[in-house]
């Protein structure tokens, strides 16, 4: 895993949990010492991170403020870690390293290649090498990063609704967020014009929302900062964590906090101008409480029609035609603009038509066929909607690891990024797309590794 370390920011209060035991890391000032115990949430497992110049984290226990401490800052397997008083020395600085599993993380000292694990019988924290055999990494090395929620943990996130436009306005000073269409977004006095309508797209599995203004970009925490001063931007979609936001409800039942997903930071407008947007404290205030204004699409008054002596038989309108692909309100898909994601492999034509509102869409092969209800889609295929002749709409399917568009994800497919990798085979566009695992718009060893670990059956990329 090298130093391919995570940045959350600084100054954020944490819970530790380990994924094998799910117990926290507690704090016992007394002894010194650090054990893992089952959630109280009290102060002694309360960990407030102080980010280093080299990236590295300082754990500071919040009941004493002492610091995580790997023992005399030995290198010997097994060396206990423990607390000690916050010195600034190396063996109290943690590199917090990704992992192939989303949301857990490895935790190692900043100058050892031993990661912290916790024993299964004690419950005691040491230094052990990353065990790679297991499932990577083993459980005992995997650790949760759990943010403490907004003031004090009495606000969970909430759910207002699964995908909706809105207006989001300060509390504080009257403005409304807007696209300004050059990649930044600000606070601007409230127009309702198209600039100040976003789109916020619900995720179940991390309780969060992506806010994706006029411009088709989404707000974004700059450079994936979280602390407090870190500007919003509007950034191309890549629904990574910097992406995903909280929404918390207030006790007036109007207005709400919002948060990124890996800080307890809350989006503010500064007081000083008014129109900056960023992130800022952890605490109720009227510059970090926004009404979310639900905009639906006003429907034109006709005009009326004269009645003439005698009165016509008025002529029915026509059935509406479908003239858009729409998916269902709690589809797993993802539409990104032409391209439709989150397909898995082995899915049918009718397993895929399933997650659309549509009831005249079809599935068509890489020739154009139109492919039957019990057969496999793959990479390439398209989703039409063909009414009376007329094409109004169509989106082409991407499966993760699906490179040659047969459905599935095969050592064809693992050979193929192989030898991509190794300059011997070249990638078409919609291969590409296929091959980027991880989805950051670029091709990297990290792609080619979960493709290898998907195909051994070590993780499974869909999940």
């Not at 280093?52 to 790997?70: H, K, N, P, T, W």
């Not at 009645?307 to 539409?335: A, Q, R």
């Not at 990290?446 to 493709?451: Q, V």
């Amino acid at each position: 895993y090298g130093n391919w370390y995570l940045n959350f920011g600084t100054g954020s209060t944490v819970y530790v949990r380990n994924v094998a035991s799910g117990k926290l890391m507690t704090a016992n000032p007394f002894a010194y010492d650090v054990h893992f115990n089952d959630a109280t949430y009290g102060d002694d497992q309360k960990w407030r991170l102080e980010r280093r110049a080299d990236g590295s984290y300082e754990f500071i226990s919040v009941s004493s403020g002492l610091a995580l401490d790997v023992l005399n800052g030995a290198l010997d397997t097994g060396t206990t870690v423990n607390l000690y008083n916050d010195t600034g020395f190396r063996a109290q600085g943690f590199y917090i390293l990704p992992t192939d599993t989303e949301d857990y993380f490895m935790i190692k000292p900043c100058y050892a290649s031993n990661v912290l694990d916790v024993n299964g019988s004690t419950f005691d924290l040491h230094i052990y090498p990353p065990n790679l055999s297991d499932p990577i990494p083993r459980a005992a090395q995997m650790f949760e990063i759990v943010f403490e929620n907004i003031c004090g943990n009495w606000l969970p996130p909430t759910n207002i609704g699964n995908n909706f436009t809105a207006y989001i306005t300060n509390e504080a000073t009257g403005h409304t967020f807007t696209d300004m269409g050059d990649g930044s977004v600000k606070a601007l006095g409230t127009t309702k014009a198209d600039n100040q309508i976003f789109n916020f797209v619900y995720d179940a599995s991390t309780k969060s929302y992506q806010i994706i203004g006029n411009s088709g970009k989404a707000l974004d925490c700059f450079w994936g900062f979280f602390g407090d001063g870190c500007e919003l931007v509007m950034a191309d979609k890549s629904n990574a964590a910097h992406q995903r936001f909280r929404i918390y409800g207030d006790f007036d039942g109007v207005h709400y906090y919002i948060s990124p997903v890996h800080t307890n930071r809350l989006v503010d407008v500064d007081a000083g101008t008014t129109t900056k947007v960023h992130l800022f404290g952890s605490g109720g205030n009227s510059n970090r409480k926004f009404k979310i204004t639900k905009y639906t699409k006003p429907t034109p008054t006709p005009t009326p029609t004269p009645t003439p002596t005698p009165t016509p038989t008025p002529t029915p309108d026509p059935e509406p035609i479908e003239d858009s692909i729409i998916l269902k309100g709690n589809s797993s898909y993802v539409m990104d603009g032409s391209d439709l994601y989150k397909v898995v492999a082995g899915q049918t034509a009718k397993d895929v038509l399933a997650q659309f509102d549509n009831t005249k869409a079809a599935v068509y092969d890489l020739s154009g066929n139109l492919v039957p209800a019990n057969a496999l889609v793959g990479t390439g295929y398209t989703v039409q909607l063909i009414v009376d002749g007329v094409k109004y709409d169509s989106v082409t399917i991407i499966i993760k690891g699906d490179l040659n568009g047969d459905g599935e994800v095969s050592g064809t497919d693992y050979l193929r990024i192989k030898e991509y990798f190794l300059g011997k085979f070249k990638l078409d566009a919609l291969a590409l797309k296929a091959a980027d695992i991880d989805s950051n718009v670029e091709i990297e060893s990290a792609d080619y590794m979960k493709m290898k670990s998907h195909f051994l059956g070590i993780i499974n990329i869909f999940k």
